[in-house]
């Protein structure tokens, strides 16, 4: 689907420096986050939303997420993050 947008001009630099620092074409870069907003199911009036709300949202987001990291236990130990030991 094409669609044409006529942006704000801080806009339009906001997306060509993602743009830039992430090596895509604008138009990827918009698609991904339309997309991101599109599987959330949020829209951006939750943003003034009571941080509880918020919090039970990213909860309910985060709930439908796989949470085995594939990571051993050890791994998440201080001692084993620094050479000397930490």
């Known amino acids: 689907m094409k669609l044409e947008l006529e942006l704000r001009q801080e806009v339009r ?3 060509a420096a993602k743009a830039a620092a992430e090596g895509k074409p604008m138009h990827q870069v918009i698609e991904g986050m339309l997309e991101v907003f599109a599987v959330v199911g949020r829209d951006i009036s939750s943003i003034d939303s009571p941080p509880e709300k ?3 949202a990213m909860a309910e987001f985060l709930a439908g997420m ?3 990291a594939g990571l051993p ?3 998440f130990k201080r001692q084993n993050w620094y050479p000397d030991g930490g």
């Open 54 to 56: 918020r919090a039970q």
């Open 13 to 15: 630099d906001f997306l």
């Open 66 to 68: 796989e949470t085995d």
């Open 73 to 75: 236990e050890v791994a």
